[in-house]
């Protein structure tokens, strides 16, 4: 007799509350204008313990003092928490929610709890917060000053002083506390499983992180007659810091206060670290327009950043833009007067990108705490810490820079009626920061550093058309949109002695390709198997899969592999918005959908018993000499034929998603006048209620893993506003 | 009023401008490498960062793939590397024993590093020598390690940079032997026989010559292998401890028969592994542990205590298998009725101890017991902080390998009494020498031995692969009858084996690395 537990709902809830409430005003007389909002939002996770609450704030205020002077002062802040299980966190809840064995109940019949081995204790328990819970505080204040003084004596002239400080505080705890599982010997006798922690233990980890801005700039814009000409000159200076601390003990006495103080004082541990980076940027603008119909834009960068060494610290990323309105022009106006409105624009430039660790030019020795120091001294040890190399210094890189190319047009039709935007762009990033892993042997011993190494290419179009109308009370729209995407790896560092198959470089692949073999199918007797190419195990049987042999050599070996997928990056983006309106009801619509992208899939989803797990229902359909044409290989544990990455478990991801759908209805405006509020709307909408898709195990939009599933949200609320 | 703005402005122009330094601060959490080789304290640290980079069997529990791959052990985890290797479903591309690979080379930088600057850093000679004697010492314990598993291998012996060419190919089989040997002599000259109790878990010279004795009988170079073992033996510095069953507790960490030990500390600062925590039952754990088990065929090889087999022996009873059994077998194996940690041990699958199916379930009735702390504390060692030290080399594999060498150099009697002395050690009655065989000479060394990770290597001196590494597995099935308890053997397995496994394959992702004109050749028969 056995348990057949549905371990998904018995420890997640099938919906879960959240809450949103915002208030904003604005005003201001003559010389003083404001805003201020405020906002509260509630979300409840998966599971009762798991919640989220978040407060934000933002208050800005622009003032004119004297005649030339114009103060401003933004500042906004935000403050949330969050709460979720002590031991593990929400992924790990629904992976353990799908892999574990059914044949485990989670009650026994008396009332005690079951102890399962693969989640370390009772994780019904956990979810509900017996096993103690983790806490995140964390507050943001962001806030700058600035003040401009237009020059009096040259019109259109202004100078601009601004100082920013943003602070960020992150405050965790997490706190174990010990609770009861029991074990179940096949006797029928229940003994106290030794579950995690045996005593509460605390861990308070303290992150702060401040950055400072300082700039100034100088700005001159004035028209003259149909000419405009506005420049800028601007020097900024970001100087970023910030400090790590934290502090645990153990072997508390009692599981009711989570204070430090109260735990084991020999027990304690605590640990700390800072940072710091800095940045200088001079910034260049030059526009000009002629009767808003030809328009020039150019602007430059030159960034300093302190991860580059020295000599290399400096980029220059230039760029210009074009636009003619050739709507504006007379002889258009004549020939199309149904197109009231067409702009050509293109646009050329170089970006920079520095997003890499810190101080890899130079050789530094970091101290390694825990695990990698060393005892000596027998009986009496005395610990030392570790001193290790950080990287290989490289002295010699520099920025990562991307070569921006666009072309576009942007018109109207038909009185407005229909619009239509699309662009042709080019992403060219050269001097990729990427370290040299693929061609520098592990002979070297130590952490690579990255280097100028690679080359990417990104090619696409995007189309976004519009067509609005009104017929007497009713209105409606639709807004579709697509984008194509092509990538091509221009340059990518590998072994001579690699493969052309198996070569990123030439490639309409990123670097998230996946490296496997192409399948054949699945061998259907011992003879198909005799017949050759030898295959990659002396295992394999009838329905295992098949692999093509590339390099003809009859036997599969891993240079039979090649590039089989570019990964989880879709190739076609599309999405349309939609709505209708009459007299002041509303149906708003939003899909969502993405094709020419496939899927990996791996682990618990294509494999019967993958880790502990438990095969899934689809895994009914697999190969048997009665079942031939199965979808999945013969069942199998530890089968490494068949969990090679291959072309057989490659799935079309494809979908189109109703991402959101708004029924609303707005009180008319002649109701509302009298009592001086400008609108009342009540809606409900609800998010991901449609899904349309060839991949039915997951979502299709997060299929390569098995993670917090995708909600469906149900909302109704009230805009007021006065 | 105006002037408070005027102010603002003119320090924002103030703050833009004085930031010529901002670029060049350095790590807050790093030192540089003129502070290091300047200050003898902070190049203390890096050498001990090259002792804590040791490859120890005890950090692999859990994850231990040279018990679980030999007739020693079977992995609990079904998707344990072993499967694979011990069903022939592995590759260059499976990485086996990549870590090595990669660690291997790590340590060498790190002991080039320190050959390099040692000389010209602010140290006392005495230092100085001591110092450079442990560079070569652990480079040639790191390269052993790797020549053991994947034979010879591209020798690295000064500090390289992107610079220098990398892809070294592989030296002459031996160039390797004669790097690790000149190593280690080199060691042996340079490093003291012994320490002040401050300093004890260093490298000696004596250290030095027992990984030499070690290597070399491996090499089939017996006489140096005798010759070396007999070094140690003579020096008269290390004593048999008396009592098998607690020679590996924590108390007992740096005792009379330890040459060279991995060193852990207990604390919260400590050095630690996690050999108990996840290899207790998962009773006292609390998660899937008990991942490392050990065979029947393990189990049968420990001679009953009158020194026969347990199939000729008058002592065995069926009923109860493991009476009567060779003392060691109690430090080695954890078997049903077994009392450990205040319990008595019900090993019949669904016990509370020995879970029915999945994790947490021996896969052949006996879960491992040697190296374990009996005083192992889940309730205050949550954190894996397991700190008992893992022998290296001890007294008691110089015995053996001084008997192995001498077996083969003809001298039997001199062969049978360092074999006699283990056993006498162990409380089991000597080998007459009529009975004193090869096989005999092999078996002390499987239970003296077992999962000190020597096994894979002897069976390939031995080349006796087929007959120890290609076997049937078997377990004891554990049953209660009318009639009392029963045990009976069951086959866990067949094991794969062809020869071309005793070295392992070179990983891919290494080969891949190499230009096509000068290849990192693959082991024979792997590709």
Not at chain 2, 58 to 87: K, P, V
Request: with cysteine.
């Amino acid at each position: 007799m056995y348990a057949n537990t549905d371990w998904y709902s018995e420890i997640l809830n099938d919906h879960a509350m959240q809450t949103q409430h915002n208030l904003s005003v604005s005003g201001g007389a003559e010389k003083t204008r404001y805003f201020a909002s405020a906002g509260y939002a509630y979300e409840g996770g998966l599971f009762d313990l798991a919640k989220f609450n978040r407060y934000n704030f933002r208050l800005n205020l622009e003032s004119k003092v004297g005649k030339n002077f114009t103060f401003n002062i933004q500042s906004s802040g935000m403050a949330s928490k969050a709460r979720d299980m002590g031991s593990f966190n929400s992924d790990y809840v629904i992976q353990f929610a799908m892999e574990s064995p059914r044949i485990y109940p989670n009650q026994f019949s008396n009332g005690l709890y079951n102890y399962i081995p693969q989640a370390r204790g009772n994780m019904y328990l956990m979810a509900r917060g017996d096993n103690g819970t983790r806490t995140t505080t964390n507050n943001v204040f962001i806030g700058n000053v600035s003040l401009q003084y237009d020059v009096p004596f040259i019109k259109g002239l202004s100078a601009k002083g601004l100082l920013a400080y943003d602070k960020q505080n992150t405050f965790g705890k997490r706190w174990l506390t010990p609770y009861a599982a029991f074990i179940r010997d096949a006797a029928g006798n229940y003994s106290p499983a030794n579950t995690f922690p045996s005593k509460p233990e605390l861990t308070e980890t303290y992150t702060q992180y401040q950055t400072l801005v300082a700039e100034f700039s100088l700005a001159y814009q004035r028209s003259f007659g149909d000419h405009e000409i506005s420049a800028l000159a601007l020097f900024n200076r970001t100087d970023d810091q910030g400090d790590n601390l934290s502090a645990g003990r153990t072997n508390f006495s009692s599981s009711a206060l989570d204070q430090l103080d109260l735990g084991d004082r020999t027990q304690a541990t605590n640990t700390g670290n800072a940072t710091q980076r800095g940045r200088i940027g001079y910034v260049g603008r030059l526009g000009y327009n002629y009767k808003a119909r030809y328009l020039m834009e150019f602007n430059f960068r030159y960034d300093g950043s302190n991860i580059f060494p020295p000599g290399h610290q400096y980029g220059f990323f230039p760029s210009l833009a074009l636009g003619w309105r050739i709507s504006d022009e007379p002889f258009f106006k004549r020939a199309a007067p149904f197109i009231p409105s067409l702009k050509i624009r293109g646009s050329y430039g170089l970006a920079g990108n520095d997003a890499v660790n810190p101080y890899q030019f130079l050789a530094t020795y970091n101290l390694v705490q825990t695990t990698n120091g060393y005892s000596f001294g027998g009986t009496t040890p005395q610990y030392i810490s570790g001193l290790q190399e950080s990287v290989l210094p490289n002295p010699d890189f520099t920025w990562e820079k991307t070569r921006i190319g666009n072309i576009g047009i942007e018109a109207t039709f038909w009185k407005n009626r229909l619009t239509l935007e699309a662009d042709y762009f080019t992403k060219h990033t050269v001097d990729i920061l990427i370290p040299p892993t693929q061609v520098v042997a592990s002979t070297l011993g130590i952490t690579l550093p990255p280097q100028n190494a690679a080359e990417v290419q990104n090619r696409g179009v995007e189309i976004q058309l519009g067509y609005s109308d009104r017929r007497k009370n009713i209105s409606w729209r639709v807004r579709p949109n697509a984008t194509f995407l092509r990538n091509k790896v221009l340059k990518y560092a590998q072994a001579t002695s690699v493969p052309e198959w198996q070569r990123l470089a030439g490639r309409s692949v990123g670097f998230s390709a996946v490296t496997g073999y192409q399948a054949d199918g699945l061998y259907q007797s011992e003879d198909e198997i005799k017949a050759g190419p030898t295959p990659l195990y002396p295992n394999v049987k009838p329905g295992d899969i098949r692999y093509v042999d590339l390099n003809g050599d009859n036997k599969i070996t891993p240079a039979d592999m090649s590039l089989i997928s570019k990964g989880p990056y879709p190739n076609i983006l599309m999405g349309a918005d939609m709505g209708v309106e009459w007299k002041g009801i509303e149906l708003n619509l939003l899909w969502q959908g993405a094709a020419n992208v496939e899927t990996h899939f791996r682990g618990t989803i294509a494999w019967p018993f993958a880790g502990d797990g438990v095969p899934a229902e689809q895994h009914l359909d697999r190969w048997t000499p009665e079942n031939r044409d199965a979808s999945f290989p013969r069942l199998w544990i530890n089968n490494q034929n068949n969990s090679q990455n291959s072309t057989y478990w490659l799935r079309n991801t494809s979908y189109l998603r109703l991402k959101n759908l708004e029924l609303a209805y707005s009180l008319p405006r002649s109701i509302l006048q009298p009592a001086g509020i400008s609108q009342v709307r009540f809606f409900v909408s609800g998010l991901n209620l449609l899904t349309f898709s060839s991949y039915k195990y997951t979502d299709p939009e997060a299929s390569s893993s098995v993670a917090y599933p995708l909600m469906r949200y149900y909302n109704a609320g009230i805009n007021v506003k006065f | 009023m105006q002037k408070i703005f005027f102010s603002i402005l003119t320090f924002s122009v103030f703050a833009a401008s004085c930031s010529t330094d901002l670029l060049d601060r350095g790590p807050l959490d790093k030192y540089s490498e003129q502070n290091v080789w300047k200050d003898s304290t902070l190049i203390n640290l890096y050498v001990g960062n090259i002792y804590a980079g040791i490859r120890s069997t005890y950090d692999e529990g859990g994850d231990w793939l040279m018990a679980c791959i030999t007739d020693e052990g079977e992995s609990a985890r079904t998707f344990h590397l072993s499967q694979q290797i011990n069903s022939g479903q592995y590759g260059p591309s499976d990485n086996v024993y990549s870590p090595y690979w990669t660690g291997c080379y790590t340590q060498a930088r790190k002991c080039n590093t320190l050959l390099e600057r040692v000389p010209e850093a602010p140290l006392s000679d005495a230092l100085r020598t001591r110092m450079t004697g442990e560079a070569y010492f652990l480079r040639a314990l790191a390269y052993m390690q790797l020549y053991d598993r994947f034979g010879r291998f591209p020798i690295i012996d000064k500090v390289l940079s992107l610079e220098d060419e990398t892809t070294i190919p592989r030296a002459k089989d031996e160039d390797c032997v004669k790097f690790i040997l000149a190593d280690l002599d080199k060691a042996a000259s340079l490093l003291p026989p012994s320490y002040n109790s401050a300093n004890l878990g260093r490298a000696t010279s004596w250290a030095a010559i027992a990984l030499k004795s070690r290597f070399l009988l491996n090499q089939h170079r017996d006489t140096e292998a005798a010759a070396a073992a007999w070094a140690v033996i003579d020096s008269k510095k290390y004593i048999l401890f008396g009592d098998f069953l607690t020679l590996f507790n924590p108390e007992n960490d740096n005792n009379t028969e330890i040459i060279f030990d991995k060193q852990y500390a207990s604390g919260i600062s400590g050095q630690t592994h996690s050999l108990d925590t996840y290899e207790n039952s998962p009773f006292f754990t609390g998660f899937s542990s008990a991942i490392t088990c050990p065979t029947q065929n393990l189990v049968d090889a420990f001679k009953m205590k009158d020194g026969l087999a347990w199939d000729q022996s008058p002592l065995y009873n069926a009923a109860k298998p493991y009476d009567n059994r060779d003392p060691r077998f109690y430090a080695t194996v954890l078997y049903d009725g077994y009392q450990w940690m205040n319990e008595t041990v019900d090993m019949k699958k669904g016990s509370k101890f020995n879970r029915a199916s999945g994790s947490g379930s021996s896969p052949t009735g006996y879960f491992l017991r040697k190296f374990l702390n009996p005083k192992f504390d889940t309730k205050v060692n949550n954190n894996n902080a397991n700190f008992q030290n893992c022998p290296v080399i001890r007294l008691a594999e110089i015995y053996l390998v001084y008997a192995e060498a001498k077996w083969n150099l003809g001298e039997k009697e001199e062969a049978r009494t360092y074999v006699n002395k283990l056993r006498t050690r162990a409380k089991m009655p000597e080998i007459e020498a009529a009975d004193f065989t090869f096989t005999s000479l092999q078996n002390e060394r499987f239970v003296e031995l077992a999962f000190e990770g020597q096994r894979w290597f002897d069976i390939k001196r031995w080349n006796e692969g087929p007959q120890k590494i290609g076997v049937k597995i078997t377990g004891v099935d554990i049953q209660d009858k009318p009639e009392g308890r029963t045990y009976t053997r069951f086959d866990v397995e067949t094991r794969f084996f062809q020869p071309k496994m005793y070295l392992f394959p070179i990983p891919l992702s290494e080969i891949n690395k190499y230009p096509a004109g000068t290849p990192l050749e693959q082991n024979p028969n792997w590709n």
